[in-house]
């Protein structure tokens, strides 16, 4: 039988990640190469990469200067093009979804996507992209509704994509969760990389990890953390803001934090995994204040290094943190107009702050959270298992 050639297309892959979406298509993609019963093909974009089988998509000259959405749609027909000959592909994010919706027009194959996320409740992302937001609503809402099928990383953001989009048949959207790789990330101390970071490995932390963009919730955290005992260090690996606004906002918080109390270390710079995994393996707990999180692999990285998460109870987060056995949940009202906006923000800072308090009061409860969050990420956020299921998707729109 002839063996199947899969596409997949995807805006982030090595070494150009900087969100979970770029972590989700590089696992699966080494999860579906080794199985061994197919042909796995990226096509990714940016500057060249020296790997068997992948494809880069560089920015089209013609449009250099244009809005951001529609430089993405040149290099989307590049992809497109260079899909011929395959038996199906497979988009990742809004980005690449008008490239795997051409090339299933033009080959006749079917076209899987997998939603990391949703414009309709992004509706900040029109601060970062005027226009061209409307251009992403348009090209993400085509895709759904024309795909062979949609896989959600989670059952709360399967909910959402129903209702974001109606008219996309419940039976053609499926669950599989995102993963971890759990011998990459593991508890590792290395208290050379805490001293140059600045972080003290003599006082407990409270870690964010995270772009500085609406849906992770940072300003809330910088007002909950006002309410830290004064011996827990505040850390904050937290960069590529989405806009100069809320660069500003979160600017202005961390300084306000600053005059109150020490302790409050803000590293904006992407770090190498292993100084990301030094500094939560350190660390007495994760915070995960989002408004909008499709499943939270920050969450999962955090566990399998042993770290308990102090997380929203919002999209996904549920399915990975059980609240009472690897963390605590925080609970949140929120206004239903796609912003994800708390109802009663000062509430939710107030809740929060509470739950960061009572995960620091007893850390050797925390360290029981942890080890447990380390046991859940590795028995249930397995790659291979959510290879095998990605790879069930394809056999089954592919009716073999």
């Known amino acids: ?27 699966l993609t080494r999860a579906l190469r080794a199985r061994g019963d197919s042909d796995v093909r990226v096509h990714a974009f940016g500057g060249p990469r020296d790997e068997d089988g992948t494809t880069s998509h560089p920015d089209l000259p013609e449009l250099d200067g244009a809005n951001a959405a529609l430089t993405t749609l040149g290099v989307d027909l590049t992809m497109a093009a ?12 809004w980005y690449a979804n008008f490239a795997g919706h051409v090339a299933s027009l033009l080959e ?32 993400e809402r085509t895709a759904y509704e024309s795909a062979a099928a949609v896989i959600a990383v989670s059952a709360g953001m399967r909910e959402d994509i129903l209702r974001s989009y109606p008219a996309v048949d419940p039976a053609r959207v499926r669950v599989v969760h995102n993963g971890i790789d759990s011998a990459l990330w593991q508890k590792h101390e290395d208290p050379d990389v805490l001293r140059r970071l600045g972080i003290d490995e003599g006082r407990p932390s409270a870690v964010f990890v995270g772009r500085i963009t609406r849906q992770k919730g940072l300003p809330y955290l910088l ?24 660069k500003a906002e979160v ?3 961390v300084e306000g934090l600053r005059q109150q109390r020490d302790g409050v270390v803000w590293i904006s710079e992407m770090l190498p995994r292993d100084q990301v995994v030094a500094v939560l393996s350190s660390a007495s707990v994760f915070l995960c204040p989002s408004v909008y999180e499709p499943l939270g692999i920050v969450n999962l990285e955090a566990m399998a290094c042993e770290l308990p998460v102090v997380a929203t109870a919002t999209g996904g987060i549920p399915e990975v943190v059980v609240d009472g056995e690897t963390g605590w949940l925080v609970p949140i009202e929120q206004v239903q107009d796609g912003t994800g906006i708390p109802v009663d923000e000062d509430r939710f800072v107030a809740d929060l702050a509470a739950a960061m308090n009572e995960a620091v009061s007893d850390l050797d409860r925390a360290a029981r959270f942890g080890r447990a969050g380390r046991q859940r990420a590795v028995e249930s956020f397995s790659w291979d298992t959510i290879g095998d299921r990605t790879m069930e998707v394809y056999r089954d729109v592919l009716g073999r």
């Open 1 to 27: 039988m002839k063996t199947v050639r899969i596409d997949i297309l995807t805006k982030e892959y090595p070494p150009s990640i900087y969100g979970g979406a770029g972590v989700h298509v590089a696992e």
């Open 82 to 93: 260079a899909c011929a000959g395959a038996d199906l592909v497979h988009s990742h994010t």
């Open 108 to 139: 006749g194959v079917p076209h899987v996507l997998s939603a990391h996320s949703l414009e309709p409740m992004r509706p900040w992302k029109a601060e970062q992209l005027g226009g061209g937001y409307r251009l992403s609503s348009w090209v």
């Open 223 to 246: 007002r909950a953390a006002a309410e830290l005992p004064p011996e827990v260090q505040l850390v904050l690996l937290a960069g590529a803001p989405d806009t100069p606004e809320i």
């Open 251 to 253: 600017e202005s918080l």
